[in-house]
């Protein structure tokens, strides 16, 4: 056997290795939260607010971190939706290749990479300036900075892989950059641009840190922007911490109800893109 049959099977056994771990990784995660959230989980748990003492063993349940997480990642993505797709695009189509360019994308990455009680602090810093208390808005700025980064890079790739004839082909028919950009790149990008949002949506609504200290928590439902908001990652967190395994069994059945929801809103995104798919040309 010579070396390079050597090293060929050497990268097949080391792949197959990754992939086991991946898999397994995934299905002891998946098998211990369903084994000990499972028991939990009832109607009453969806369906109603923590009572008196619900941290104590006592009834109620997690609607108020269910809402308030979506609510939080929600608007936190609506707001970096709107701020990511203009820099994507002009990165994409309006800039020239520079070292402004190579800058900013090292920029997104850099802040990639910045760990989410960072974001935590730097909100819980800007609203004692602005005054502001713990509250919805708070949480929703801080997540949107959290997730800013990861849709833009996300859908700066998404657009880099349209084909370039097509750009070409929009300016011999006269489209402005403008023109071309709502037309042909955003159409054709579609899917990956969708997949970019779905990915910043679950880093928002899963993550913590960044929301411990900005948008608080509360045993009510959301009613306004301005006070405190429940999240299904500080419930965990809260329940997790306590003495009582009956409690703590909570905790697993609300990190259960987080994932199922990642998983609905993941599976509903590749139904979307797959039908946005017939109208990209390849």
Known sequence: MNKYKIEELFFEWLMLLSTVIVLGSLILILGTVLWRGLPALDLAMLTQIPKGGYYLGEEGGILNAIVGSLCLAGGATLLALIISLPIALYLQVYATRSRLIELIR?????????????????GFTLMILLGMRASLLGGIIALALLELPIMTRGMDEAIAM??????????????????????????????????????????????AASV???????????????????SLPLAVFFQLGTPFPAVQQRAYASALVLTLIILAISLLSRRLAGGLTKHIIR
Do not use: H, N
Request: net charge negative; glycine share 12%.
């Open 106 to 122: 090292l920029s997104l990455d850099v802040l990639w990479g910045v760990p989410s009680i960072i974001y935590g602090a730097f």
């Open 162 to 207: 349209v084909p370039a004839d097509l750009k070409e082909s929009s300016y011999a028919l006269g489209a402005t950059r403008f023109e071309m950009a709502i037309g042909v790149m955003i159409r054709q990008a579609l899917p990956g641009l969708l997949t970019a949002t779905l990915l910043a949506f679950g880093r928002g609504i899963g993550d």
């Open 212 to 230: 411990l200290f900005t948008a608080g928590y509360t045993d009510r439902l959301p009613d306004s922007l301005f006070g405190p908001a429940a």
